[in-house]
């Protein structure tokens, strides 16, 4: 499967736990994006990155949320003492970024859905 | 502020019946987005409208773009059960952030 797969689907932690998750994009698409997801909204920008450096975050983002692509592949988020409020779909996509212009098709990943007890 | 409003946010119809969703920016957009989420799935991309006054038609489905490129809008012709999910415009910022509609979720009965 050449799509964007995420790491774990599901993860039930308890409250202060960290976590953290994974995401392999399509191979050749130098942007990653995540997103996290609650029930019956869209999804909300957390932060993206062109090859390995990381160009933008929201303030949606708290300090106790951090996340790397090392090498320009894959990425991971981690959340450190999580709260019941993280309880959400955490979604990743990739892209295939060019110059300045219309933003690119965006390929989702199953998202990593996460309970936090 | 860059959000873009997105109606209705549900909408139930019969099978057959047509059905619409739109967005609105109080800014101007570059271009717009659009996906479709099925239930337990992830979202998928639908198309990309760019220009001004844009209209494109994918099947039962078409999409537009206003004179002003401050709204869009997604219509199904003649609607199945195969078209139940929910459905996301998304616009982007000159920083890179990307920002979705709340998404209108339909529901179709057969």
């Known amino acids: 499967d050449t799509g964007v797969s995420q790491n774990p689907r599901h993860k039930i932690t308890k409250r202060g736990q960290n976590v953290t998750f994974r995401c392999d994009p399509i191979?050749?698409?130098?942007?990653l994006y995540w997103y996290r997801q609650t029930l019956g909204q869209g999804p909300e920008f957390l932060t993206y990155?062109?090859?390995?450096?990381?160009?933008?975050k929201s303030r949606l983002l708290s300090d106790r949320f951090s996340a790397e692509r090392p090498k320009g592949s894959f990425s991971t988020l981690e959340i450190q003492r999580t709260e019941q409020g993280d309880s959400a779909m955490y979604l990743c996509?990739?892209?295939?970024?060019?110059?300045?212009?219309?933003?690119?098709?965006?390929?989702f990943g199953p998202g990593t859905r996460l309970l936090v007890l | 502020g860059q959000q873009v409003m997105q109606i209705p946010q549900y909408q139930h119809v019969q099978e057959g019946e047509d059905f619409t969703t739109y967005c609105n920016s109080s800014?101007?957009?570059?271009?717009i987005q659009w996906y479709k989420q099925r239930p337990g799935g992830h979202p998928v991309f639908l198309i990309q409208?760019?220009?001004?006054?844009e209209v494109k038609k994918q099947k039962r489905l078409t999409f537009q773009f206003g004179e002003a490129k401050k709204n869009s809008s997604l219509h199904i012709t003649a609607t199945q059960t195969t078209d139940v999910g929910t459905y996301f415009c998304?616009?982007?910022?000159?920083?890179?952030?990307?920002?979705f509609g709340r998404g209108t979720q339909l529901t179709v009965w057969p």
């Open positions: 191979s050749e698409h130098n942007r």
């Open positions: 800014t101007t957009l570059s271009n």
């Open positions: 990155f062109q090859n390995e450096a990381q160009l933008e």
């Open positions: 409208l760019v220009k001004s006054g």
């Open positions: 998304l616009r982007g910022s000159t920083l890179g952030r990307l920002y």
């Open positions: 996509a990739s892209s295939l970024g060019g110059t300045r212009g219309p933003q690119e098709t965006q390929y």
